[in-house]
């Protein structure tokens, strides 16, 4: 009986020993796998995909002034000239907008720079209206309002005065 016992025991430590290097491999193993694989997602919806990461939010510095308003046709065409005051090229959408006497922004437009603005100079855009400036039509537009956005975030903006220098080219 001792010997049948003794058998058993033997049975029972190979066993053990067995499963106990087994768990060892395992888990040693996961461990290593771990250590070159790559960090897993926090999300626990398989569908949702991660965010993309954006770029850092560059600033610029530039000017905004109004220089001319045109009769072109039935149309106003006022003309803006974005002056890039900074050290690095100004490739950024400006949107500008027009404000009657009354405060009522009537119109606004987006306008991208097909080449960068190089610093220390400057491109006109234009905006068309139906109303003219002060002096011209009954609902004058007075001021423009604009701001720089990037990433669909604002980083600058500011506003002014529409000239008082009038063109009639609709001859």
Known sequence: MKNRES???????ICVAFFGGLLVLIVGGAYVYSLFSPPESKSSNPSS???L????????NIDMRNEIVKKVGNVYRYFFFITNNDSHPFDATVEIGLIEANGIQITFEDFTPEKPIQPQMSQYCYVDARWGPPGI????????TWRVIVNSQ??????GNITTRYEDASY
């Open 53 to 60: 990461i954006q770029s850092p939010i560059v600033s610029y």
């Open 137 to 144: 039509s009954k609902n004058a537009i007075e001021k423009f």
């Open 154 to 159: 604002t980083i600058q903006s500011g506003s």
């Open 49 to 51: 995909s991660p965010s």
């Open 7 to 13: 058998k058993v025991s033997k049975a029972f430590i």
